[in-house]
């Protein structure tokens, strides 16, 4: 079974630069999960997506931060403008439903803005 | 609020060691789960156990072991026996009752050396 992918791996862009990152979840997995990871801490929640529609995006900084889900299954999280503090892992979990228990991550965009 | 605290930054042992890292947590919620997830180099987390607030039983997965106590609202988890492979950042996380959010610890980064 294929994991969670994600692109880019690496990204390295200026402040006030904009930045994209694709997530494509597990086959048939209805909720998609974006995290940020910094550096020494644990993963928190920016968005959560059921099918194509947000769950939780409470702490999404909806000022810079955008992502979308338009068909359901792959996803996008878009940053514009960069700012110092958004360097970061960002990861991308996907579960079978918003009721089940056991996320699987891919590996992560790790971003540096510099 | 839910929180959770790992309090061990970073452990370094000895292959051959047995290892317990801690987690403690706080929530207002009478049914919530709790998770441990590990993080190799590569990224990803990858779920290694889920236990609901019902159930106290600790449980044995080969070298792995959990040890959940409300009385103290801890989850520590201990690697007998540890491996270089083991090496990694574990996660201890929280969620509410319909998994809807997850809150993760900062971490704990585990050195098994040769």
């Known amino acids: 079974e294929a994991g969670v992918a994600q692109s880019p791996r690496y990204k390295i862009i200026e402040k006030r630069q904009s930045v994209a990152f694709w997530c494509n979840p597990i086959?048939?997995?209805?909720?998609l999960y974006w995290y940020q990871q910094i550096l020494g801490q644990g993963p928190k929640l920016l968005i959560q997506?059921?099918?194509?529609?947000?769950?939780?995006d409470s702490q999404l900084p909806k000022d810079r931060f955008s992502a979308e889900r338009l068909k359901g299954v792959d996803s996008t999280l878009k940053i514009q403008p960069a700012k110092l503090e958004d360097s970061a892992v960002y990861l991308c979990?996907?579960?079978?439903?918003?009721?089940?228990?056991?996320?699987?991550f891919g590996s992560g965009t790790q971003l540096s803005v510099l | 609020a839910q929180k959770v605290t790992q309090a061990q930054t970073e452990i370094s042992v000895v292959e051959k060691e047995d290892v317990t890292l801690d987690c403690v947590y706080e929530?207002?919620?009478?049914?919530?789960?709790l998770f441990w997830y590990k993080q190799p180099p590569s990224g990803e987390l990858v779920f290694l156990i889920r236990?609901?607030?019902?159930?106290?039983q600790n449980e044995i997965s080969g070298r792995y072991s959990w040890n959940f106590q409300k009385s103290t609202s801890s989850f520590n988890f201990t690697i007998t026996a540890s491996q270089v492979v083991d090496s990694a950042v574990y996660f201890c996380?929280?969620?509410?009752?319909?998994?809807?959010?997850?809150?993760f610890g900062s971490g704990t980064k585990l050195n098994v050396k040769p």
């Open positions: 979990a996907s579960s079978l439903s918003q009721l089940e228990e056991k996320l699987f």
């Open positions: 086959s048939g997995h209805a909720t």
């Open positions: 997506f059921q099918n194509n529609g947000v769950v939780d």
């Open positions: 929530t207002r919620d009478t049914t919530y789960y």
């Open positions: 236990r609901n607030s019902f159930d106290e």
């Open positions: 996380a929280l969620s509410e009752a319909n998994f809807n959010k997850f809150y």
